[in-house]
Nanobody, 124 residues
Framework: VQLQASGGGLVQAGDSLRLSCAVS??????VGWFRQAPGKEREFVAV????????YYADSVKGRFTISRDAAEHTVYLQMSSLRPEDTAVYYC????????????????????WGQGTQVTVSS
């Protein structure tokens, strides 16, 4: 499985940005977004179940970020709004092959394949 993340950039606080993750055609259960800020561990942001579209979000992004998928294009999007300086990080998309639900989808060690990451910088 190959994943290609794109769409990062430098924006100001309050701005919006949309990240894309193109996924090569393969069987998988869900696609997630994670982020890693300098000096911090990689943390879960959002996940979408590929077949039924069920979504889960980290509390820190609920109401501001929206994950979606385009099945025909095999692409997952992360629409980020009301961005804050603390959202600054490298954002990664990842695929997991196994079922998950709720908080179980946030475990990064259960994702099987990762993209290369795209930098998001939010200035105050």
């Amino acid at each position: 499985v190959q994943l290609q993340a794109s769409g990062g950039g430098l924006v100001q606080a309050g701005d919006s940005l949309r990240l894309s993750c193109a996924v090569s055609r393969h069987a998988f259960y869900a696609v997630g977004w994670f982020r890693q800020a300098p000096g911090k561990e990689r943390e879960f942001v959002a996940v979408i179940h590929w077949r039924n579209g069920i979504r889960y979000y980290a509390d820190s992004v609920k109401g501001r970020f929206t994950i979606s998928r385009d099945a025909a294009e095999h692409t997952v999007y992360l629409q980020m709004s009301s961005l804050r300086p603390e959202d600054t990080a490298v954002y990664y998309c990842a695929v997991r092959a196994d079922y998950c639900s709720g908080n179980g989808c946030s475990a990064r060690n259960e994702y099987n394949y990762w993209g290369q990451g795209t930098q998001v910088t939010v200035s105050s």
